[in-house]
């Protein structure tokens, strides 16, 4: 028997005794005793539900939620109030990465835990799974498309498991701290693989699908410094970006070409400290982009972020210095500098623009005598040269409609120049635009179509070189378990 299980009706059955006893208790005037009927049955108490039966009742209620009730008063948060409403948007706040939102607790129910414990512990264990499907007038690949860039496939992207606690840090008293493990397997791999970290899978075998331990980190939350400091010990998602790896995230299910060629996870330690309701100062130093702490290419390399949010929190300003060091020529050595712009309209009307300059110093040439490290493209670089600088632009735009507490509507636009050709394969100019629909199916189940078209301005860069256009229609649906 599960432990959880064991505990869940020993409490049912002390309840139950406490309650008969009071019951009996109250039902007698003092000093009489009234003896029962001989022949009157015991009570006894109600048999508790299965670890299954619990996991369908939270899909049954979720679903088919009873009539609204007066809500319970609203959690306690520190800071300025939330902006979005989520569900439907993936966020509630402005986002930005390397630790948790500073103030917000944690009143996340998943329905595993709920079967395993009732949701009882600050230990949750959650997760979801995510098939694909997609049609696309490429026929041998949508690259540099992500997250679908096997053309016209019903595919299995993300199967992911979180085990995760969350730090407390909307209290002021005393140092708290977290922890974070992902497990996930899939076609996304592809997506967050980084060097050391199995990556033989993508780098040497090429496997289409494969296994990664995205996330492992620690956090550790001190109250004492302004109003809440979080340390980040581990590997981490890369800070800045609208975008994110893991599929609940994210506004669309494919993502920006801005997305797919930016750094992915970065191993190191990141402070994040919350000046005051409206300032956030973060400052970190890692190993570089995509590698393990043991690789050659690792190497000290600074991280600085620093957000503003207006009183009214229509606005937020986020900006980023990623990934800094002496830029030469490693795997997926990216110098960043990312801005990300949030504002919100009304209640249901908002927008996020993102734009990033990156380059990497000393990329071999083409066909030259240098050989490219495995994994990485080489650049087109100028006749000659055995090594040059290749350096890419980006910027996009997500509009966002909500229609319902269920339902929302999203358009992307995306234009990137890859100048040198050194992240997509090919050195030209990109622009694509994206339109999506997504819903909810209670908290648990999303679904979301779109329509994508992408034009390569300079050169044919779709299907292999084969096409300037690209055209897809895709969709995938999240479970949440």
């Known amino acids: 028997m599960r432990p959880g299980k064991s505990r869940c009706q020993f409490f049912l059955l002390f309840i139950c005794v406490i309650f008969v006893s009071c019951n009996l208790s109250l039902a007698q005037p003092p000093g009489k005793e009234t003896a029962p009927p001989p022949d009157a ?3 006894s108490p109600p048999e508790p539900k299965s670890f299954f039966a619990r996991w369908a009742e939270f899909y049954r209620q979720d679903w088919s939620p009873p009539p609204a009730s007066a809500s319970a008063p609203a959690t306690a948060r520190r800071g300025l109030p939330s902006p979005l409403d989520s569900p439907p948007f993936p966020n509630s706040d402005w986002s930005y990465g390397g630790a948790p939102v500073i103030g917000e607790p944690d009143t996340n129910s998943y329905p595993l835990m709920t079967a395993i414990n009732r949701a009882r512990s600050r230990t949750k264990l959650y997760g979801w799974v995510e098939p694909t499907l997609n049609f696309s007038n490429s026929s041998h690949s949508n690259a540099p498309e992500a997250n679908d ?15 995760e606690r969350l730090p407390d840090s909307v209290q002021r ?8 493990l992902t497990a996930l397997y899939g076609t996304d ?4 693989t980084g060097k050391g970290y199995l990556s033989g899978q993508l780098l040497n075998d090429h496997h289409q699908y494969g296994f990664d331990p995205t996330l492992e980190y620690v956090d550790v939350y001190i109250p004492q410094v302004a109003q809440g400091m979080n340390l980040r010990l581990g590997r981490f998602i890369s800070v800045p970006g609208i975008e994110a790896q893991l599929a609940p995230n994210n506004y669309i299910f494919s993502h920006s070409l801005l997305y797919a060629i930016d750094p992915f996870t970065d191993t190191g330690l990141m402070a994040t400290v919350k000046l005051n309701d409206q300032w956030l100062v973060q400052l970190g130093i890692t190993d570089g982009h995509d590698v393990a702490l043991w690789t ?18 229509n606005d937020n300003l ?12 490693a795997y997926n050595n990216l110098q960043q500098y ?14 996020a623009t993102e734009s990033w300059y990156m380059y990497e110093r000393d990329v071999p040439v083409l066909g030259g005598k240098i050989q490219p490290e495995t994994g990485a493209n080489a650049a087109y670089c100028l006749t000659g040269e055995q090594r040059c600088t290749a350096p890419e632009y980006a910027i996009v735009n997500f509009l966002q409609k909500e229609l319902s507490a269920h339902n929302f509507l999203s358009f992307r636009s995306d234009f990137l120049d890859d100048k040198k050709g050194q992240r997509t394969g090919y050195a030209t100019r990109y622009s694509e ?16 179509p779109e329509l994508r078209f992408e034009h390569a301005w300079d050169q044919k860069a779709y299907d292999n070189g084969r096409r300037h256009n690209q055209l897809t229609v895709a969709s995938d649906l999240i479970f949440h378990f």
Not at 173 to 180: A, V
Not at 296 to 313: M, N, R
Not at 318 to 329: D, F, R, S, T
Not at 338 to 351: A, E, G, L, P, Q
Request: hydrophobic share 30%; net charge positive.
């Open 173 to 180: 008293d005393h140092i708290d701290w977290g922890y974070h």
């Open 41 to 43: 049955p015991k009570p």
């Open 296 to 313: 050659p290419d690792a190497k000290p390399t600074g991280t600085a972020c620093l957000s503003y949010t207006t009183k009214s929190v």
């Open 318 to 329: 986020y900006v980023c210095a990623n990934g800094i060091n002496n830029a030469k020529y």
């Open 338 to 351: 990312d801005v990300t712009w949030y504002h919100r309209f009304s209640k249901t009307v908002h927008m």
């Open 149 to 163: 860039d096997y053309s016209n496939r019903l595919e299995m992207n993300q199967f992911v498991l979180y085990a």
């Open 433 to 448: 635009n994206t339109i999506t629909w997504c819903h909810w199916i209670g908290t648990t189940v999303q679904l979301r």
């Open 189 to 192: 791999y592809h997506y967050t």
